[in-house]
Each structure stands twice: as C-alpha cells, then as structure tokens.
C-alpha cells in the first residue's frame, strides 16, 4: 500500500495529455446521449464503460486533471490487493507479486493516467483470479462471468483476454460433462460482443477503425515486453529460473502460463493480418507475469538461503531496488514528469499573454489533429473555465492542408500530438515574417507547439510562470 501511495505524488503535477482530452471531454458532457455521439463512437478501441464512469465522476466532483486520474489509482492499487489473494499454496509468492506490479513502471505511469488501463488492469487481475478458482471448484462463478463482461465493455484487449480464459472454462466444462455450466459460458460469451455488433449494427465499423489501424514492427514485440514488466524485473526472474534451474510450480503453468500464451498466440495472429496492436494493450497479461515472477524470485531466495548469508541476500535486494527506482525514474521522466504534451501550459500562456494586449479580440488557431473531439476539450476546459477574459478569444480549426491560407489571420498558432501537424507548423513559422515560436516546457517537443504573431504585448508573469515542467494549475 505504501508502494501505491507513491503513484498519487504527481497525479495532478502535469497536464491532460492528447488521449487523456477524449477522457475529459467525455466527462465535461451534460447529456449522456451527447456523450455517446461525440466520444464513445469515435474511440472504437475503449467501449465506453470507463467514460461512463468518468462521466458521473465528473457530475459529482468536477473535471480536473486528479478528478479524473483519481480513479485509476484507486483501480491500481486495488488491483494490486487483489493479486495477494491469488488461490495459490504459497503465500509470499502471492503477497510477492502484488508487491512486483506495484513497483513495476507501467502501474506508475497508468495510476496517474485518466485512460482506461488502470480499470482493464483490475478486471484482467479479477479474471484471473476467478479462472484460478474455476479450475479448484470448476464452476462458473458469478464474479468470473462478470468479471469477463465488463472487461469486454472497457477494451477489446480485455474482449481478448476473458474471452480467452471464458473458451478455456468452457471446453474443461464440455470435457466434464457439465453442459448447463457451459451453456452460462456461451451466453456470457455472445453478450461480450454486444459493443462490437452495435457498433456494426449502426454502420460505424469502418468509418472509426481505420485511424487505430497500426502498422507492425517486429521492434513492437519490445514495447510489449516493457509493458508486461520492468527490465529489471524481467532481468531478475530470468536470472533466478537459470540460477536454480527448478520449474515453476505446477498450478502456475496450468492456470497461468497456459492461458497467457493463448492470448499472446491470438493478438499476435490477428496483428500480422491486420495490425491493431500497441504494447501497452498486453497490460492484460501483467497480473500473470507477476504470479509467475514471483513464483521464481521466492524460490531462489529458498535456494539462496542455504548458500549465501543474509547479508549477502538483502545486498542483492537493495540492489534490486536501486535498479527498480532508477528504471522508474526513467519513466517518469519521460511520460510524468515532462509533461509529455502541455496544453495547460499553452493555455496559460495565450491568456496571460491576451490579458496584456489589451481589449481586441484574438484569433487562436489550432491546427487540426487525427480527430476533432480532443481540440473541442482544449477549448472548453483549458480556454473558457480558465478565465473571464478569455471570452475574447475566438477559436478556429484549421485542416492542415490549409495552413497557408488561413494562419495569415491568425495571432496564435497550436499544433497538437501529430509530430507531422507540428512539424509542419513549425517550418511555416520560421519561413513567416511576423511570428515566433514559444517554448513550451514538454518532454515531447514534437507533440506540443505554440507560436504567436509578432507586435503582440507579452504577458509579465507568462514567461517566468512556465518555467516549470508542469505549467501552472489554470483557476477553473
């Protein structure tokens, strides 16, 4: 719990990145119907279930970078409990593991994310769980069957994996004789596709999916090793199974291993035909490989016991945590502390900067990204509930392709997340008499890009209140 503690230390230091905008938007919504038309349809990949719930978090305490990251922590760290109950017979390997996905980097980096993973995380580790207890009782629990519905409604990675777990109860049911249990499996099975069949049924398949169409790389099957677990830890359960070269206990590979590569065989096959995989979807699979890192890692330290001192032993594991922290940091540095994009600070600095230029109105250009929802967000949260004199700025979209004709007019410029939109911007603000780029403090510099026409007063604190990697905390 100590460990999870930590991840709330800078759940609101940053701003709301581009992925996080969808998350927030959502939530800004006042209509649930508006919601669905504006958000759910065009994020095919999260079925809305988590921004229904970040939806009613944002009626009941409002929208702000830790209302709406709060929950993900809370689902982290739950998960993370969770996992010390695994049906195991050894107890430390079980206490061991929650403790590994605590530590490990991903679980710092999606605690204080407003995206889904945080919840998929939890629902993949109660999945497992509840698969592990089938095999004991072989019977299909309530919170099993749950479990895999919901996972359905929050990604279709957690579609993959409980339905992976669901097909595996099923033909053990088959196989017993057990044909009334098998059928609940088949009517769980058919409403885990009800998302996917309405979003065929209303003909917006292939009008949403094409955008999440990624291109595969073999380099991708390392980003899904860094999702699945830190460096360091992988290093250490490596290291332990070819130092005692004993197995892993025998329920591990039936209930886990087994399963974990199904999943991996089937996202891996589906890739290769049509490519719909980031590495960190497989999060699915990090509650297995911590059962099964701490499995290894507590018997080493039974083999080490015998063979070594006790300080020898606890050198190794202060190692193991200057390593953990370092990898950790590293992270942070790159996802958290950046930030990675910066809107808040963008906003920040256009209204302090409008605030001294007197009472004209000014024209803000945003440059449009791969979707428009996300530029709406930026306007409404980060511009208008900033501040009452904001109302003098008047937000326009321009597509790409007409960067040359419509910036002319512009006092401000922003390009969001595309590295090609920034890029583009950019090279048309060094070859553009009468504009100058801002330096805005991100760990991305590709992704976050302001500039502003000549001539117009500078706000007196602007500059001095981003210097902080952070920007500053806008009054809503």
Same mark, same amino acid.
């Given at each position: 719990?100590?460990?999870?503690?930590?991840?709330?230390?800078?759940?609101?230091?940053?701003?709301?990145?581009?992925?996080?905008?969808?998350?927030?938007?959502?939530?800004?919504?006042?209509?649930?119907?508006?919601?669905?038309?504006?958000?759910?349809?065009?994020?095919?990949?999260?079925?809305?279930?988590?921004?229904?719930?970040?939806?009613?978090?944002?009626?009941?305490?409002?929208?702000?970078?830790?209302?709406?990251?709060?929950?993900?922590?809370?689902?982290?760290?739950?998960?993370?409990?969770?996992?010390?109950?695994? %049906?195991?017979?050894?107890?430390?390997?079980?206490?061991? $593991?929650?403790?590994?996905?605590?530590?490990?980097?991903?679980?710092?980096?999606?605690?204080?994310?407003?995206?889904?993973?945080?919840?998929?995380?939890?629902?993949?580790?109660?999945?497992?769980?509840?698969?592990?207890?089938?095999?004991?009782?072989?019977?299909?629990? %309530?919170?099993?069957?749950?479990?895999?519905?919901?996972?359905?409604?929050?990604?279709?990675?957690?579609?993959?994996?409980?339905?992976?777990?669901?097909?595996?109860?099923?033909?053990?049911?088959?196989?017993?004789?057990?044909?009334?249990?098998? $059928?609940?499996?088949? @009517?769980?099975?058919?409403?885990?596709?009800?998302?996917?069949?309405?979003?065929?049924?209303? =003909?917006?398949?292939?009008?949403?999916?094409?955008?999440?169409?990624?291109?595969?790389?073999?380099?991708?099957?390392?980003?899904?090793?860094?999702?699945?677990?830190?460096?360091?830890? @992988?290093?250490?359960?490596? =290291?332990?199974?070819?130092?005692?070269?004993?197995?892993?206990?025998?329920?591990?590979?039936?209930?886990?291993?087994?399963?974990?590569?199904?999943?991996?065989?089937?996202?891996?096959?589906?890739?290769?035909?049509?490519?719909?995989?980031?590495?960190?979807?497989?999060?699915?699979?990090?509650?297995?490989?911590?059962?099964?890192?701490?499995?290894?890692?507590?018997? @080493?330290?039974?083999?080490?016991?015998?063979?070594?001192?006790?300080?020898?032993?606890?050198?190794?594991?202060?190692?193991?945590?200057?390593?953990?922290?370092?990898?950790?940091?590293?992270?942070?540095?790159?996802?958290?502390? =950046?930030?990675?994009?910066?809107?808040?600070?963008?906003?920040?600095?256009?209204?302090?900067?409008?605030?001294?230029?007197?009472?004209?109105?000014?024209?803000?250009?945003?440059?449009? %990204?791969?979707?428009?929802?996300?530029?709406?967000?930026?306007? #409404?949260?980060?511009?208008?509930?900033?501040?009452?004199?904001?109302?003098?700025?008047?937000?326009?979209?321009?597509? %790409?392709?007409?960067? $040359? #004709?419509?910036?002319?007019?512009?006092?401000?410029?922003?390009?969001?997340?595309?590295?090609?939109?920034?890029? #583009?911007?950019?090279?048309?603000?060094?070859?553009?008499?009468?504009?100058?780029?801002?330096?805005?403090?991100?760990?991305?510099?590709?992704?976050?890009?302001?500039?502003?026409?000549?001539?117009?007063?500078?706000?007196?604190?602007?500059?001095?209140?981003?210097?902080?990697? =952070?920007?500053?905390?806008?009054?809503?």
């Amino acid at each position: 719990m100590a460990v999870c503690l930590l991840h709330l230390l800078w759940i609101s230091s940053s701003s709301f990145w581009f992925d996080e905008l969808f998350t927030a938007g959502s939530a800004l919504e006042q209509s649930l119907s508006h919601a669905f038309e504006r958000w759910y349809f065009n994020d095919l990949n999260s079925p809305p279930l988590y921004s229904l719930l970040t939806l009613l978090v944002g009626r009941i305490v409002g929208v702000d970078e830790f209302t709406m990251r709060f929950p993900s922590w809370l689902f982290v760290t739950a998960n993370c409990l969770f996992l010390t109950a695994a %049906p195991t017979r050894d107890t430390r390997a079980r206490r061991l $593991a929650g403790l590994l996905l605590a530590v490990t980097p991903f679980a710092f980096v999606y605690a204080q994310e407003a995206r889904s993973y945080g919840l998929l995380l939890l629902e993949s580790t109660i999945v497992l769980l509840a698969y592990m207890r089938f095999t004991q009782e072989h019977r299909l629990s %309530p919170v099993f069957l749950i479990g895999v519905l919901v996972a359905s409604l929050t990604h279709y990675f957690g579609l993959l994996f409980g339905g992976m777990l669901l097909m595996l109860a099923f033909v053990t049911l088959v196989r017993r004789g057990a044909l009334k249990e098998a $059928a609940k499996a088949i @009517a769980v099975g058919v409403l885990c596709w009800g998302w996917v069949i309405y979003v065929v049924a209303i =003909g917006k398949l292939a009008e949403l999916a094409q955008p999440f169409w990624i291109a595969w790389s073999w380099t991708e099957l390392f980003r899904i090793l860094m999702n699945l677990s830190s460096v360091t830890l @992988a290093g250490l359960a490596a =290291g332990s199974w070819l130092w005692h070269r004993r197995p892993l206990s025998s329920d591990l590979w039936r209930l886990v291993v087994v399963p974990s590569l199904s999943v991996c065989a089937a996202a891996l096959a589906v890739s290769l035909y049509q490519p719909l995989i980031l590495g960190r979807y497989f999060i699915v699979l990090a509650p297995a490989v911590a059962l099964l890192t701490a499995d290894v890692v507590v018997k @080493a330290w039974d083999v080490a016991a015998r063979l070594f001192s006790a300080r020898a032993r606890y050198a190794i594991v202060g190692l193991v945590v200057v390593l953990l922290t370092a990898e950790n940091v590293t992270w942070m540095r790159r996802q958290k502390w =950046g930030p990675y994009q910066n809107y808040r600070a963008v906003a920040e600095f256009v209204i302090q900067d409008a605030e001294a230029a007197g009472d004209d109105p000014l024209v803000v250009s945003i440059v449009l %990204p791969s979707s428009r929802p996300p530029v709406g967000t930026l306007e #409404q949260h980060y511009f208008k509930r900033a501040d009452q004199k904001a109302n003098r700025l008047r937000v326009q979209l321009i597509e %790409p392709g007409e960067l $040359a #004709q419509r910036a002319a007019e512009s006092h401000y410029l922003i390009a969001m997340h595309r590295p090609v939109n920034v890029a #583009q911007v950019r090279r048309y603000v060094a070859g553009t008499p009468g504009f100058v780029e801002i330096d805005i403090p991100t760990s991305c510099k590709s992704m976050t890009f302001l500039a502003k026409r000549t001539g117009i007063a500078s706000g007196s604190g602007a500059s001095n209140d981003l210097s902080s990697a =952070g920007g500053v905390r806008l009054a809503s």
